[in-house]
Structure formats: C-alpha cells, structure tokens
C-alpha cells in the first residue's frame, strides 16, 4: 500500500471508525455534483505580457537554484522552497540572516500560475513583482538584482541561456530575472491525485470514509466557504482565529485596514501532506491538528472572518474523517510538478450592461460583473454582503483605494477618462468588475 494511503488508513483505524456511512447522516449525500466545482483545468493560464517559454522557464528553473542571486552567495530560492519537501522546507518558520526566526512559514509554491496576490499578506499583485521581494529582504537572501544581474553577464553559460529565453531582447537584466523566476514557478503544477480520479467519475478512488471527510468538507463543517475551487483556496484573507505568537497583523498592515488584521491568504490544500507545518505562523504542527483548531481552538476576536463557522462540533469520528479525506489531495509519494499547456489570462466573460451604476456585492461578487458607462459618471458599490469589502483600482491612469467598506455601506467611485479599467476588491482578489468607459455623448 503506497504511503500515503496508509497514513489515510492508520487515521481511520486509530479512531476505530465504521466506514460504511457519511457523518452526522444515515446514508451517503450525493456528492457527485461538486465534482465540477474541483476539476482540474486544461491549461494554465500565463500574462500576455510574459509569456512561458521552455527556454524560459528552464532559465528560471536555473536561476531558482542560483546561488548568486544571494547577498553571501550562499543561499538561492531553492534553500527555502526546496522541491524535495513540496517546495517548502518542513520548518515553523525558517531563521534568517540575523539568526532570528522570520516572521512567517515558507509556502509551497504549487499553482501560483492561478494565482490573484503574492505573499501570506498579498502585498505583490505578480509572480514578477513577488521575485524580488525574498531576494532582497536583507533577512532572507540579502541579494541585490541589479548587482546579480552584472554577476550574470560575466558568465558565458548565463548569456547564452538568457538569448534563448528572451531572442528578441537578449540582455541580462533585473526585468529578465524576475519574468524567468515567474514563468518557472508558473510550471509549479501539482499533479493528479486519488481525488482528482474521483472528480473523473472512479467512485472507487475514495474509501466510505474519505467520502465521509469530502461531505463534511462541503457540508457540516463549512471548509469549502474558504477552500474553494480545484486548488481549494478562495485566494481571499481571513483571520481564523489563531493565537497570536508574533504581532503580526498581516493583510490589516498591507492594505492599512484595521478590520483586517490577522488575516491571511487562504493557502491552497494541494499536496498539503507533505507540507507541515501549517498556517502563515507554522504554529499547527499536523492535520489532526489544523482540523482541532477549527472545531475546539479558535480566539474570538473582532476580526474574525465571516466565514470561519462559528460553534462547530466535530466527533473524534468526523475528525479523523476529514484529516482522510484531506490526504486525498496529496500524492501518495512525494509529488512531482505535473506542467499543463499554457494560455494566455482572458478577461472575465461577463455580459456587458450598459448605464448601470449601482454594483451590488452580495457573495463575494460585483452584481453586475461588467459595466458600460459615460466618462464623468459615477458608480455607486452597495455592501449588500455580510462581509467587509475594499474597494480597488491599480492602472496607471487611475489609482484608488477605499477604507473598509463595511456590510450596509455605500461608496461612489467616478471615472473621469474614457478605457478600459478593472475593478477588484482588497479582501477578495477573486471580485472582477470589468468598466468601459466611453466618452461623454455630444449634445
């Protein structure tokens, strides 16, 4: 039996489970209409402005593993975010240059090409922009790019895989670094698993008590509100009510948004397994751990996420269940990158209506998801959610950036010049609202 599935196994039996029913239910719930709601995609999606090459992708392979991105020439990308561990390094929280813990847990790196935000906080808005960033923390690698870059040209084996990469702008640059990290890290898919043969339609490929874990996962004990999705994450911000270890205040501190302190992005479940600990602090140590923190840990505070569900009440049954289920989304041997096709990010598909200007938000969503209106006009975003909302702009022709629109709160938003501009939510990432906006109708 592959080792994962004896873990699955020794969970169940260690809590002397009867597998032949869901929990809380006499029989089995139809579970065969979420299997859309997690099927795998066909390609994964790549910017048109940088778009992955294999030359590329190999070069940020190579650069991924390149000491000399670092300030001591000692520690690259791969130091922390090592592919044997899930590309994660199987510590709370790794100690920097100063000897001190960092403040946050490595993540793993799988599915980052579906990715809306960058960093346990969300701070980067691209792989391109997030590459920098450990690179240069005087606490994590303490490298500079522009010094890497001159490192870079001297080396002749370096020149030739950069001419490959970029054949129309050969040059080994700060820009050329960043876009060859993020189109490797774009390659970073995770691969199919029992669940995934299960989403396929092999009713086989789950055990009763797998399928027991998957129910309560949807139903009972509410971790789909959150983990959503083929790679389980919403990609929004939560505080879920850890202890604080460290005073760290996360998106809260990013955005400059108090209701949001203690929130963090919403990691992915994919190959889970072999990625422990767990939470942005590393202060869960196990699965059976994470799912005791939802049923029996959680600090009441102000600024828990709506979301989280409040006064649930897990059976040792129903927990060794869901920790099973759970395992289904690993591998069964340490996982391997399984690259998909790529295809350039669309815009949302959304149908265009014309004259709106009151943009609702119930459900995580802009209601309607795309709008035509007249330049000088004014849209107005009416919190009809149970959620706080921030609303957001970021083009070059027009910043903006809300406080924290609070359910029940309205808030104007005028567009000045005519184009094309996106409309997204600070909180939410996964909130598209697509505005055309034309010139003023001549009189």
């Known amino acids: 039996m592959p080792r994962l599935r004896r873990l699955a196994a020794a969970v169940l039996s260690l809590a002397g489970l009867g597998l032949g029913h869901a929990a809380g239910a006499g029989e089995e719930p139809d579970l065969a209409r979420w299997r859309p709601a997690f099927a795998r995609p066909d390609a994964a999606p790549e910017p048109r402005a940088n778009p992955t090459t294999p030359e590329k992708a190999a070069l940020g392979r190579a650069l991924f593993h390149d000491e000399r991105l670092s300030g001591d020439g000692r520690t690259s990308c791969a130091t922390c975010h090592q592919p044997e561990l899930s590309f994660s390094d199987g510590v709370a929280r790794r100690a920097g240059h100063d000897g001190e813990p960092l403040p946050r847990r490595t993540p793993p790196l799988w599915n980052l090409a579906w990715g809306l935000t ?49 054949p129309a702008d050969p040059r080994i640059s700060e820009a050329h670094v960043r876009e060859a990290l993020a189109a490797y890290q774009r390659t970073l898919v995770s691969p199919r698993t029992r669940f995934d043969d299960w989403v396929a339609g092999n009713e086989e490929a789950l055990s009763a008590g797998e399928r027991a874990g998957l129910a309560l996962f949807v139903g009972k004990a509410g971790c789909v509100a959150c983990h959503s999705g083929w790679r389980f994450t919403d990609e929004a911000f939560h505080d879920i009510g850890l202890p604080q270890a460290t005073p760290d205040l996360g998106r809260g501190e990013a955005l400059d948004l108090r209701p949001l302190d203690r929130a963090f992005k919403t990691p992915s479940l994919r190959e889970r397994v072999w990625t422990a600990p767990y939470m942005h602090d590393g202060s869960v140590p196990t699965l059976e751990a994470a799912v005791d923190h939802y049923a029996d840990g959680i600090v009441p505070r ?125 909180v939410h990432p996964e909130m598209h609202l697509s505005v055309e906006v034309e010139a003023p109708p001549r009189h």
């Open 118 to 166: 960058f960093f346990w906080d969300g701070r980067a808005p691209t792989l391109e922009a997030q590459a920098s960033g450990p690179i240069e923390n005087p606490r994590e690698m303490a490298g500079d790019l522009a010094a890497a870059a001159v490192r870079l040209r001297g080396d002749p084996g370096a020149i030739k895989a950069f001419e490959a990469a970029f």
């Open 302 to 426: 102000p600024t828990l996420s709506p979301d989280l569900p409040r006064g649930l009440t897990l059976s040792p049954e129903e927990r060794a269940q869901l920790v099973a289920f759970l395992a289904t989304l690993s591998s069964e041997d340490p996982p391997r990158p399984a690259p998909l096709p790529t295809a350039a990010a669309t815009a949302g598909t959304e149908p265009i209506v014309a004259g709106a200007t009151r943009i609702g938000q119930s459900g995580r969503r802009f209601a309607p998801g795309a709008v035509r209106i007249h330049a000088g006009e004014t849209l107005t975003f009416v919190n009809d959610d149970t959620r706080t909302h921030q609303i957001r702009v970021d083009d070059p022709r027009m910043t903006y950036a809300s406080g924290a629109q609070e359910p029940g709160d309205t808030l104007p938003l005028t567009f000045a010049e005519p184009g094309a501009f996106e409309v997204t939510c600070g």
